[in-house]
């Protein structure tokens, strides 16, 4: 599976921007999908995840409430999509597909391969 992560920008305080990523590749495998992001200076952190079905997200304490992740139909495509946002936002975020970790979700990095290549986000005050 290959992952292209698009839709980052420079916004302001407040705005919504929603992030996709597009899988290609071995599609049929089923697979979990996450969303992480890192800041400059800083370790890659999770922010959101969802499982092959759809039917279980899980989000970091950061981002609930104001960002949702979801995934298409058919199932290759996950979008993420964040409201409210805020200058602390600001980073790289990748999306990731994890092939060990599919009916639920997981938070942890390592569950994860492959990686999209990142697509910057900046929020200004």
């Known amino acids: 599976v290959q992952l292209q992560a698009s839709g980052g920008g420079l916004v302001r305080t407040g705005d919504s921007l929603r992030l996709s990523c597009a899988a290609s590749?071995?599609?049929?495998?089923?697979?979990?999908m996450g969303w992480f992001r890192q800041a400059p200076g800083k370790e890659r952190e999770f922010v959101a995840a969802i499982n092959w079905a759809g039917s279980t997200t899980d989000y970091s304490d950061s981002v609930k409430g104001r960002f949702t992740i979801s995934r298409g139909n058919p199932k290759n495509t996950v979008y993420l999509q964040m409201n409210s946002l805020k200058p602390e936002d600001t980073a790289v975020y990748y999306c990731?597909?994890?092939?060990?970790?599919?009916?639920?979700?997981?938070?942890?990095?390592?569950?994860?391969?492959?990686w999209g290549q990142g697509t910057q986000v900046t929020v200004s005050s």
């Open positions: 990731a597909a994890s092939r060990s970790v599919v009916f639920v979700t997981s938070r942890d990095v390592i569950h994860y391969d492959p």
């Open positions: 590749g071995r599609t049929r495998d089923p697979y979990s």
